[in-house]
């Protein structure tokens, strides 16, 4: 055989290897939000397109508005585009966030809080673990999240669960169950967003309420991935690690060095609460995670 013929087989044996693996990826969306997903409130304020690709959420005096996903996962990552209520949305809460529903629930919650026209926008996220949360942060996004859509993500498997924005990592919640912290490992949780009246707290603690006259107000999706662990009653099949379940590896144990300096700023710069810095709030009793490693 000739040294032609050779790397053509060797780039061919490559190239089948890739698509093998891609072709196990986990990778469930439909890319049409009609099919991944069904509507559990508001029909008539839930939009989407005749395609099925994008799809928006109203709330006014009337309704809000929510969907979810027709699967339960566990582990994964999962990717959604968002543009955010534009204005003086002040007293409004898009909701993007993971949960199983069981009375000792786990949860992943990413929470937009409308704000008042020229102020920005606050980001909080939370974790509930067997039930207990009391785990909330907040950022101020850098951008305007209502001129454009942005990437948020959430990478979740055995080690941690990273919150990004645009790809950037903004929290890490570590897994310190070998410590006694809670993590959520065991139960799946499906997908859902909503868009709803938080008036009595979402915005400087309730002060800003609703200005209905501002509305309606509108959220808009498109563009998601869900790369994830489809649950099929087996906690075992989607706790391994394989190349389906890539976010189980270990080089996704861990932020990269690269990923650590994007925190640190985001940390620096636009952080404005982090409960493992309130001692007022718990006494001087910190959780046990905050004298922890955060990655």
Known sequence: MSQINVRLVIFAVILVANLLQVSLSAVVSSGDFNKDFFVTWGPSHVNTSADGKTRSLTLDQESGSAFASNQMFLFGRIDMKIKLVPGHSAGTVLAFYLSSDQPKRDEIDLEFLGNVSGQPYILQTNVYADGIDNREERIYLWFDPTRDFHNYSVLWNLHQIVFMVDWIPIRVYKNHADKGVAYPRWQPMGIKISLWNGDSWATRGGKDKINWSKGPFVASFKDYIIDACVWNGNPRF??????????????????????????????????????????????????????????
Do not use: G
């Open 238 to 295: 989607c706790r391994a690690e394989s190349s389906t379940n890539w976010w189980n590896k270990d080089q996704y144990s861990t932020l990269t060095s690269m990923q650590r300096r994007w925190y640190k700023w985001v940390r620096l710069h636009h952080m404005i609460y982090d409960y493992c810095q309130d001692n007022q709030r718990f006494n001087n009793n910190l959780p046990t995670e905050c004298s922890l490693p955060k990655y």
